[in-house]
């Protein structure tokens, strides 16, 4: 299985801050790599996939970037509403595994 | 807009089967584009990829759970099904369906998600 490392585990961050989480695959995933949001006791939510593709209704403040193994998730001018919890995604082969999950709270 | 709903039990004995189901909403089951995936969360832990299914039957599992999990679709309905055999109490979780834009090999982002099912196994 292709392993899938996130960092940091949790950062804290003020509203307007530009944020960037990284996520490191075991292998090269090519740019199968895909970024979802999600809030406590709700579903996660698509915010990009093949690594910089904005899904659809999804905030431009929201950029991807990377390819290989090495991905970038970064949010630009911090709103309330991203304080959550970001999770990393490889497609490139199965099984389909996900990274550990940064959580994104105040400061 | 697609919807996506899960149903099922929320309390599940030790050594039975899991069994949930998903019905599908605002578009086509039988799309050439998508599959129909099942995702888990055990409380307070990360995300565990189950399996994905097309409406051909076609399915790709994960290997840790292929030899207990059997995904399949009623396009009459709508609907496509999880069961997951000789559960433990490692088996406890939400479960989500999602449906799946896939790129390769039956794999892709999950675009459309429900809204989780608490299933608990005990007792």
């Known amino acids: 299985d292709i392993q899938m490392t996130q960092s940091p585990s949790s950062l804290s961050a003020s509203v307007g801050d530009r944020v960037t989480i990284t996520c490191r695959a075991s292998?090269?995933?090519?740019?199968?790599l895909s970024w979802y949001q999600q809030k406590p006791g709700k579903a996660p939510n698509l915010l990009i996939y093949t690594t910089s593709n904005l899904q659809s209704g999804v905030p431009s403040r929201f950029t991807g970037s990377g390819s290989g193994t090495d991905f970038t998730l970064t949010i630009s001018n911090l709103q309330p509403e991203d304080f959550a919890t970001y999770y990393c995604?490889?497609?490139?082969?199965?099984?389909?595994?996900f990274g550990q999950g940064t959580k994104v709270d105040i400061k | 807009q697609q919807q996506l709903q899960e149903s099922g039990p929320g309390l599940v004995k030790p050594s039975e089967t899991l069994s949930l189901t998903c019905t599908v909403s605002?578009?086509?089951?039988?799309?050439?584009?998508?599959?129909w995936g099942w995702i888990r969360q055990p409380p307070g832990k990360g995300l565990e990829w189950i399996g994905n299914l097309h409406y051909s039957g076609t399915a790709y599992y994960n290997p840790s759970l292929k030899s207990r999990v059997t995904i399949s679709v009623d396009t009459s309905k709508s609907q496509f099904s999880l069961k997951l055999s000789s559960v433990t109490a490692a088996d406890t979780a939400v479960y989500y369906c999602?449906?799946?834009?896939?790129?390769?090999?039956?794999?892709?982002?999950?675009?459309?998600w429900g809204q989780g099912s608490l299933v608990t196994v005990s007792s």
């Open positions: 999602a449906r799946v834009v896939w790129f390769q090999s039956g794999l892709g982002s999950h675009d459309y």
């Open positions: 995604q490889q497609t490139y082969s199965a099984p389909e595994t």
């Open positions: 292998q090269s995933i090519s740019i199968y």
């Open positions: 605002g578009g086509s089951i039988t799309s050439t584009y998508y599959y």
